[in-house]
């Protein structure tokens, strides 16, 4: 089982919906979540960081923690075309140096 | 300046040349990393750099050298590289030292490297 679960998709949906993209893992010692981005050929941009568990926000992004479920989510509000894009999620923590522990990230098509 | 950029964005290489890859960041950080990222995977992490110094070495095969010259530059040099070692080369760098808490890692665009 890896430490770190997400569908790879493709997630297809139409301009303007809600999209829900998720990880569980299975280290209930993780404390750092985030969120990358990453268009085809480029570079990974990390979106949020969130610490523990709670909601933090971001202009169309809303990103989600449930630690006692092991389970992280990014909601995307009035997705655009340009949110087309493969999703990464990655968590660590101190016994982990730190390092990132990455989920296999899901590809993400919003239809015009 | 807040990026990471790298050069060159594009390598063809055979297996006999020696090559190398630049880094650079000018935002004051402290760790730097390389990754390797083959398609349709999570980045790899290579090496890590933390105040200049190498801290980690994931047991990358020692066709790979890294080297960071100064605080805002690391190097990749790339020795009789194998074809399967093409792939998307990824530096990134954070603010604080390796193992430091809420140290987000700044990726730059990546060389694409293909060996033949």
């Known amino acids: 089982q890896k430490e770190v679960e997400q569908d790879p998709g493709p997630l297809s949906v139409p301009e303007g919906a809600i999209v829900s993209l998720n990880c569980t893992y299975s280290n209930s010692a993780f404390q750092y979540f985030m969120w990358y981005r990453q268009y085809s050929r480029k570079g990974p941009e990390l979106l949020m960081y969130t610490y523990s568990s709670g909601n933090k926000e971001d202009g169309r992004f809303t990103a989600q923690v449930d630690k006692s479920s092991k389970y992280i989510s990014l909601f995307i509000r009035d997705s655009q075309p340009s949110d087309s894009a493969t999703y990464l999620c990655?968590?660590?923590?101190?016994?982990?140096?730190?390092?990132?522990?990455w989920g296999a990230g899901t590809k993400l098509i919003i239809k015009p | 300046d807040t990026e990471v950029t790298q050069t060159p964005k594009h390598l063809v290489m055979g297996m006999t040349n020696k090559k190398s890859l630049k880094c650079e960041q000018h935002m004051g950080h402290r760790a730097m990393y390389w990754y390797k990222q083959k398609a349709k995977k999570p980045p790899e992490l290579m090496f890590v750099y933390s105040y200049e110094k190498l801290s980690i070495n994931e047991s990358v095969p020692s066709r790979f050298s890294p080297e960071c010259p100064n605080s805002s530059l690391l190097n990749l040099h790339l020795h009789a590289l194998q074809p399967e070692d093409s792939a998307l080369y990824l530096c990134?760098?954070?603010?604080?030292?390796?193992?430091?808490?809420?140290?987000?890692?700044?990726f730059g665009p990546g060389t694409r490297l293909t060996v033949l």
């Open positions: 990134a760098s954070s603010p604080g030292p390796l193992a430091w808490p809420y140290n987000e890692q700044f």
């Open positions: 990655a968590m660590t923590n101190m016994d982990s140096n730190y390092q990132l522990i």
